[in-house]
């Protein structure tokens, strides 16, 4: 949809027009391509917010949630806008979302942001959710913690950020290893 389209691409202007003059915020039967990665009865400007997180375009996604869209939209796969701008190292997205949706959010395989940005290694957006109360001792579907997913990849400089945040090297995961003994 045009909606996306300027999202997308980061067209703020293109978007502000769209919207003031009645675009079409509802995803269509035929929109089959993005149905298959989002879900479909989704609100399209809901979607534009996470086209625009996942592609690092801070000025769209600053507009949407001006305009007080859906930020706890999901993907198909659970992912919020949090989650894609996680994903894809989008450091100025993340610290502004942290201000306005949940922080703890989970995927459908329990993953919160903090969990992405450990299991990636981005010490800098770790320490940006860890500062908003991601909670470090969460767990995912398989029991895993931050922690478990820094240590599991070798990110010692994330290892070493949520240790500080909490006292977390103690904790099991379903295997009941601990993130010391990965």
Known sequence: SPLRLAARNGHVDVLRTLLARGAETKVGDDDQQYNNTYWEDQEDINLALLVAAEAGHLSVVRHLIGRNVDSAATDVNGNTAL??????????????????????????????????????????????????????????????????????????????????????GSMLNNEDRTAVSL
Do not use: C, F, W, Y
């Open 83 to 168: 989650h894609l701008a996680v994903m894809a190292n989008h450091s100025d997205v993340v610290a502004e979302l942290v201000e306005a949706v949940v922080v703890d959010a989970t995927n459908n395989e329990g993953q919160t942001s903090l969990h992405l940005a450990a299991e990636s290694g981005n010490v800098g957006i770790t320490r940006l959710l860890i500062d908003h109360h991601a909670q470090v001792t969460r767990k995912t579907n398989i029991g895993d913690t931050p922690l478990h997913l820094a240590a599991k990849n070798g990110h010692v400089l994330a290892v070493r950020a949520l240790q500080t945040a909490k006292n977390t």
